[in-house]
């Protein structure tokens, strides 16, 4: 089962994270087999961290829980929530085989948060620019709850485009780039 995990910082958190980082990356190491994208978000600035994502396959909810409240800045306090949703993966590969590769151009986090029907569970025609792409859904995976993107756009507004804007409750986009040692 696939799981988008989203743990916003919390404000004024940033000499905490930057103390927990080799705990942060020995703690995804253990799940470097079963991530299928991660990396931070930023402030408009681009420099200050906002919040972590991992997108990850895991057995159960159970481990995917574990996975989400397990980990040292959650444990810290670096974290003031966390977004865990059932994910699909709907590009069937991992943010590795982006042929854009990690670098170069702007990369953003675009989530869609809904209710009601479904929308945008199809991928889009022009894929090329996508590096993640797939609905949140509840914890049976039966019901819709929104849409998560990681991708490489011009500009935030070229990244919200991604989705049919008006079938959203809210629609975030965040600066975004590949995570893990570098």
Not at 80 to 94: A, E, F, I, Q, Y
Not at 96 to 119: H, I, T
Not at 162 to 180: K, P, Q, S
Request: aromatic letters at 10%; charged letters at 25%.
């Amino acid at each position: 089962m696939e799981y988008f995990c989203y743990h916003r910082d919390r404000p004024g958190s940033l000499t905490l994270r930057n103390e927990l980082v080799e705990e942060h990356w020995s703690y995804m190491d253990r799940y470097a087999k079963e991530l299928i994208a991660r990396g931070p978000t930023f402030a408009s600035d681009g420099e200050t961290p906002t919040g972590s994502v991992h997108i990850i396959d895991l057995p159960d909810p159970a481990a995917a829980r574990a996975f989400a409240f397990d980990e040292p800045n959650y444990q810290a306090g670096t974290y003031r929530d966390v977004l865990l949703r059932r994910w699909h993966n709907l590009l069937g590969r991992t943010m590795w085989d982006f042929a854009g590769g990690p670098s170069g151009g702007n990369r953003y986090l675009v989530l869609g948060l809904g209710s009601g029907p479904a929308v945008d569970v199809d991928v889009p025609p022009d894929r090329d620019e996508l590096i993640a792409y797939g609905p949140l859904l509840s914890d049976d995976g039966a019901t819709w709850l929104g849409t998560a993107v990681l991708l490489r756009a011009p500009d935030a507004e070229a990244a919200r485009a991604v989705l049919t804007t008006d079938r959203y409750a809210d629609i975030e986009v965040h600066d975004w780039e590949f995570g893990g040692r570098r």
